[in-house]
């Protein structure tokens, strides 16, 4: 904390008197939440506090460190005071709000209570919700819009229940696995997201696409959006959800664009990298760590906080999700040279370097440790710019192997926070005795 100085004032990301009325209305208990409370902590309880609103918050992260000048803005989580779904057009004189769905109708809690429906964790592995639909038919979506929706006009929706405490009274029909369900829950929330930024490409002046809040986290719904052609340009803050409210909330205050450089803003871990012995350890089909320069700010590992290994091998998957300690069906990400992607994947989009797009790879045989079962991939484009020490590694890699791909996780163990500095780095090894670099 404090490491650049004390702050002279304080932005909130949310409006605590709306989200204290909106939980009385929902049947929560609990005493009303001032954020001096948490302030406190850090002896910035004294400091002037200004409040946004949540979804403002998202949309300013989104506009102003996107660059462009003018865009239409689509919000969508499970829910903020009040609102779970915002659209807004953003230009230079800022951000106005021209549509929003409110509590307890939201999208987001859908998804999330099916999370939950599944034996996941809800709020955080509705990831692995969308990596489990493509083992499952999307047979039910039909019974899950009649049961779950009164209205699906998109933007527009209307729920039949309020599902904020999930759906577990709910009865998956006998004939129907729980992949199938992941499938038809995926493709519901497809759906509604293609169908109101095509709403928006109609009713907002720019071309200009921003994705944010949670939902924006789904990498193959953004695939999908990108491929109807109705956006010149797309672009997704590498942390759209709640944490990135960090970085929003003063962006909404401020109303101006920010100098945004990329997403290595965390713990810096300022030590050499040693190419050349991470490159003998992956010809030598080693598995390896990465914790080297600032963490990336959000939740995809892009080269400082990664698990590395050869893409090539049959058992590449299997042997790093038994490290991980995750599902085996779980998919892996493909870090690839920016200019190869086109090569080996039918990119939806002109580069990815923040993995919230997926794209049809073309080479299956070639790099099986990075295609899911549905042979997709979610590429990590990088770029000369991008990561100066990954690329390097990369262009080493491919030097000596032929090959511009490495496999790329993050550098935990599920359920694990990542390694942030050097002291979390050698426990890790010592643990996992697996030599991190």
Same mark, same amino acid.
């Given at each position: 904390?404090?490491?650049?100085?004390?702050?002279?004032?304080?932005?909130?990301?949310?409006?605590?008197?709306?989200?204290?009325?909106?939980?009385?209305?929902?049947?929560?208990?609990?005493?009303?939440?001032?954020?001096?409370?948490?302030?406190?902590?850090?002896?910035?309880?004294?400091?002037?506090?200004?409040?946004?609103?949540?979804?403002?918050?998202?949309?300013?992260?989104?506009?102003?460190?996107?660059?462009?000048?003018?865009?239409?803005?689509?919000?969508?989580?499970?829910?903020?005071?009040?609102?779970?779904?915002?659209?807004?057009?953003?230009?230079?004189?800022?951000?106005?709000?021209?549509?929003?769905?409110?509590?307890?109708?939201?999208?987001?809690?859908?998804?999330?209570?099916?999370?939950?429906?599944?034996?996941?964790?809800?709020?955080?592995?509705?990831?692995?919700?969308?990596?489990?639909?493509?083992?499952?038919?999307?047979?039910?979506?039909?019974?899950?819009?009649?049961?779950?929706?009164?209205?699906?006009?998109?933007?527009?929706?209307?729920?039949?229940?309020?599902?904020?405490?999930?759906?577990?009274?709910?009865?998956?029909?006998?004939?129907?696995?729980?992949?199938?369900?992941?499938?038809?829950?995926?493709?519901?929330?497809?759906?509604?997201?293609?169908?109101?930024?095509?709403?928006?490409?109609?009713?907002?002046?720019?071309?200009?696409?921003?994705?944010?809040?949670?939902?924006?986290?789904?990498?193959?719904?953004?695939?999908?959006?990108?491929?109807?052609?109705?956006?010149?340009?797309?672009?997704?803050?590498?942390?759209?959800?709640?944490?990135?409210?960090? /970085?929003?909330? +003063?962006?909404?205050?401020?109303?101006?664009?920010?100098?945004? @450089?990329?997403?290595?803003? =965390?713990? #810096?871990? &300022?030590?050499?990298l040693d190419i050349d012995n991470i490159i003998k350890d992956l010809l030598d089909g080693k598995v390896v760590g990465?914790?080297?320069?600032?963490?990336?700010?959000?939740?995809?590992?892009?080269?400082?906080?990664?698990?590395?290994?050869?893409?090539?091998?049959?058992?590449?998957?299997?042997?790093?999700?038994?490290?991980?300690?995750?599902?085996?069906?779980?998919?892996?990400?493909?870090?690839?040279?920016?200019?190869?992607?086109?090569?080996?994947?039918?990119?939806?989009?002109?580069?990815?370097?923040?993995?919230?797009?997926?794209?049809?790879?073309?080479? /299956?045989?070639? +790099?099986?440790?990075?295609?899911?079962?549905?042979?997709?991939? @979610?590429?990590?484009?990088? =770029?000369? #710019?991008? &990561?100066?020490?990954?690329?390097?590694?990369?262009?080493?890699?491919?030097?000596?192997?032929?090959?511009?791909?490495?496999?790329?996780?993050?550098?935990?163990?599920?359920?694990?926070?990542?390694?942030?500095?050097?002291?979390?780095?050698?426990?890790?090894?010592?643990?996992?005795?697996?030599?991190?670099?």
């Amino acid at each position: 904390m404090l490491l650049h100085g004390n702050p002279e004032s304080i932005v909130w990301f949310e409006r605590p008197v709306l989200k204290h009325i909106r939980k009385k209305y929902a049947g929560q208990t609990g005493n009303y939440y001032n954020p001096k409370y948490e302030l406190a902590k850090y002896s910035l309880d004294r400091l002037p506090i200004t409040y946004v609103s949540h979804h403002h918050s998202h949309a300013a992260a989104g506009f102003y460190t996107s660059g462009y000048q003018n865009a239409s803005v689509l919000v969508v989580d499970a829910i903020g005071e009040w609102n779970s779904v915002s659209i807004w057009n953003a230009d230079s004189n800022g951000l106005k709000c021209v549509w929003t769905k409110k509590y307890p109708h939201s999208m987001g809690l859908f998804y999330t209570a099916f999370t939950d429906y599944l034996g996941l964790k809800p709020n955080e592995e509705e990831y692995i919700l969308m990596g489990m639909a493509a083992y499952g038919r999307p047979l039910l979506t039909d019974i899950l819009k009649e049961e779950f929706f009164k209205d699906f006009s998109c933007p527009n929706f209307k729920l039949r229940h309020n599902l904020h405490r999930g759906c577990k009274w709910w009865e998956l029909p006998n004939q129907f696995s729980k992949f199938d369900l992941a499938a038809s829950v995926q493709e519901i929330m497809e759906e509604y997201l293609i169908k109101s930024t095509q709403w928006m490409s109609n009713k907002l002046p720019s071309k200009n696409l921003i994705l944010m809040g949670g939902c924006a986290l789904n990498c193959v719904a953004n695939s999908k959006i990108a491929q109807t052609g109705k956006w010149e340009n797309i672009w997704i803050m590498p942390n759209p959800g709640d944490a990135g409210s960090a /970085i929003g909330a +003063v962006a909404a205050h401020t109303n101006t664009h920010l100098n945004w @450089r990329g997403p290595f803003l =965390g713990t #810096d871990i &300022n030590r050499e990298l040693d190419i050349d012995n991470i490159i003998k350890d992956l010809l030598d089909g080693k598995v390896v760590g990465i914790a080297n320069g600032r963490a990336e700010f959000g939740p995809r590992a892009l080269g400082n906080r990664s698990l590395i290994c050869d893409p090539r091998g049959p058992d590449a998957k299997q042997r790093i999700n038994q490290i991980k300690k995750r599902e085996q069906f779980r998919p892996f990400a493909p870090a690839i040279l920016e200019e190869f992607a086109n090569e080996y994947f039918e990119m939806p989009v002109p580069t990815s370097p923040y993995m919230q797009f997926v794209a049809r790879c073309k080479k /299956i045989s070639e +790099v099986p440790g990075v295609c899911h079962v549905d042979n997709t991939s @979610r590429v990590q484009t990088v =770029g000369k #710019d991008d &990561n100066p020490n990954f690329r390097k590694l990369l262009e080493k890699w491919y030097d000596v192997s032929g090959c511009p791909i490495l496999m790329n996780t993050s550098l935990n163990i599920k359920g694990e926070p990542l390694v942030n500095d050097w002291a979390d780095a050698q426990k890790w090894e010592r643990i996992n005795n697996i030599k991190v670099y």
